[in-house]
């Protein structure tokens, strides 16, 4: 059981916006930094948000990053078939004195 | 830019133990902490531990406590995690991960336990 609850699976159509939340606690998201990842089928995972919401260097603006007490949400504008893949959300946990992750959502793009 | 480059797959038999060693390119490697990251077949991610790459201080998540070591050498800019008492649950891909701004991942090395 992960201690970030992420929906399991999100689908919408090409060119559509999608959002996939995280929720946690006090200890993780509540008073830390939210990242989000990309993993595409068969390879490593790949930063797309750092600090809530900042984007790395060649990720486009189509992916924005939002946290708001001990939720965060990623949102994906304009979907393209290539971003289907499993999206995870990560942060520190003050109490467990380590990283966390959840459990990962698939995004189909129908 | 920031690499990290993460040695060949392994096969091991139970009760065995594996090192994966990660090297780093792109970047001063003393000044980030390098994460372990495993994930099983179909599973989520699941952290294993960091190692302060400048005074070699490391943190290891309370599940993996006395069965994995991560060590680091600074002249080869190479991290390295040993996991001891393998069973075939720890099959799976390991691997090593620069967290938070600037972040990067090793491509992954898979260790499969079995008899």
């Known amino acids: 059981q992960s201690v970030l609850t992420q929906p399991p699976s999100v689908s919408a159509a090409p060119g559509q916006k999608v959002t996939i939340s995280c929720s946690g606690s006090?200890?993780?998201?509540?008073?830390?930094?939210v990242s989000w990842y990309q993993q595409l089928p068969g390879t490593a995972p790949k930063l797309l948000i750092y600090?809530?919401?900042k984007r790395p260097s060649g990720i486009p603006d189509r992916f924005s990053g939002s946290k708001s007490g001990t939720s965060a949400t990623l949102g994906i504008t304009g979907l393209q078939t290539g971003d289907e893949a499993d999206y995870y959300c990560?942060?520190?946990?003050?109490?467990?004195?380590?990283?966390?992750f959840g459990g990962g959502t698939k995004l189909t793009v129908l | 830019q920031v690499q990290f480059v993460q040695s060949g797959a392994e096969v091991k038999k139970p009760g065995a133990s594996v090192m994966v060693s990660c090297r780093a390119s792109?970047?001063?490697?003393?000044?980030?902490?390098l994460h372990w990251v495993r994930q099983a077949p179909g599973q989520r991610l699941e952290w294993m531990g960091w190692?302060?790459?400048?005074?070699?201080?490391?943190k290891y998540s309370q599940k993996f406590q006395g069965r994995v070591t991560i060590t680091r050498d600074t002249s080869a800019s190479t991290a390295y995690m040993e996991l001891s008492s393998l069973r075939s649950e720890d099959t799976a891909v390991y691997y090593c991960?620069?967290?938070?701004?600037?972040?990067?991942w090793g491509q992954g090395t898979l260790v499969t336990v079995s008899s």
């Open positions: 792109g970047y001063t490697f003393t000044t980030y902490p």
């Open positions: 600090d809530n919401n």
């Open positions: 190692i302060d790459a400048g005074n070699g201080n490391t």
């Open positions: 991960a620069r967290l938070g701004e600037g972040g990067a």
């Open positions: 006090s200890s993780n998201i509540g008073n830390n930094y």
């Open positions: 990560g942060t520190w946990d003050s109490s467990l004195s380590g990283e966390v």
